[in-house]
């Protein structure tokens, strides 16, 4: 039976409750690891994925061979969980080469520092950055936001493309934010998929040039890191893992708001309760501007009536 360590200081309190999963996540790393062997062609493509990801401290990377790291296999994903854990990253990237499948990249997901989901690719005709010769002027802004271009149906049909496309995503995509300036988008990922398991993977530099009107013409200059991925196995996660891990802040109960309701017209309508005020109980002022105002054509009145009965005495 395994012990239960609760934390004995505040300080280990708190830093349990920032590992623990949350509604609102924070911002996804990547754990770049490789296992015990590798080819040359792997090595620069895990290089390169660190260097797209290590802004912000969105990478890390372990250099070190692994040798009990076998994530598709029962009990091989145990260190896998374990480094997940005390470097506090969700998404991972294994790299492993062997006769039987050459240049393998392993790409997977945790949820509560478990495996979530996993598919693995084979790398085929791969060009690195490095290769790639541009005007560095118009090298993209580290930490900058891409684009992301997928192309072909099988994105939406095949079940192992559908795969590899959310795990692109989150893998490339950096920080969620609720606001996004175009201007600073300088790069794209187009993913073109050639079969039912093959996408061509390219990475390209946006540049904005004149076309005479308002809209820009855009062109894609190819930047590298540039590749074919070939799916060869991957594991979905069970409908029970899927629901707890696809939980969003919209699923928390909201506080009802008294007197409050909404309308699609006229929107939010809220409703204002206001006392009786009980004006007959309130004693009247003699200093009041309107009670002077009668007084005064009051007496106007008066002096009227005096003028008049002079004017009949005289006469």
């Known amino acids: 039976m395994l012990k239960v360590v609760t934390p004995k200081t505040k300080k280990a309190q708190r830093e349990l409750e920032k590992r623990a999963p949350k509604l609102v996540e924070n911002a996804k790393k990547t754990l770049i690891l490789q296992g015990t062997k590798t080819s040359n062609v792997l090595s620069s493509v895990l290089a390169d994925i660190y260097r797209l990801k290590r802004a912000g ?3 890390i990377r372990f250099t ?47 949820f509560d520092n478990h495996v979530y989901d996993l598919i693995e690719v084979g790398v085929e005709d791969y060009k690195s950055m490095e290769s790639f010769s541009y005007d560095k002027k118009f090298a993209p802004r580290v930490g ?6 997928f192309i072909g149906e099988g994105f939406e049909t095949v079940e192992e493309l559908k795969h590899l496309k959310e795990t692109l995503l989150d893998l490339f995509r950096g920080e969620v934010v609720e606001y996004l300036n175009l201007a600073g988008v300088d790069r794209a990922f187009v993913c073109t998929a050639v079969s039912s398991n093959k996408v061509v993977l390219m990475h390209c530099s946006i540049h904005l040039k004149k ?10 200059v190819e930047i590298g890191p540039s590749m074919n991925l070939v799916v060869r196995r991957h594991r979905l996660p069970n409908d029970d893992l899927r629901k707890e ?18 309308d699609i017209i006229e929107g939010r309508i809220g409703k204002i309760y206001v006392p009786d ?13 309107g009670m002077k105002r009668e007084r005064r054509k009051k007496k106007n009145d008066d002096l009227h009536e005096r003028s008049k009965k002079q004017k009949v005495d005289l006469s």
């Not at 374990?82 to 990249?105: E, I, Q």
């Open 57 to 59: 401290g969105g990478a």
């Open 64 to 110: 070190k061979k692994n040798d009990k790291i076998k994530p598709f296999e029962s009990g091989g994903e145990t260190s896998l969980e374990f480094f997940s854990l005390k470097t506090d990253c969700s998404l991972f990237v294994f790299g492993s080469h062997s006769k039987k499948r050459p240049n393998n990249l392993v790409l997977g997901r945790m």
């Open 144 to 149: 900058s936001k891409p684009f992301f271009a």
């Open 211 to 220: 076309s005479g009107t308002s809209i820009p013409r855009i062109e894609l």
């Open 245 to 262: 891990a696809m939980k969003t802040p919209s699923d928390k109960l909201k506080k009802k708001q008294k007197n409050v309701s909404g």
């Open 277 to 289: 005020q009980q004006v007959g109980t309130v004693a009247p002022s003699h200093k009041m501007k």
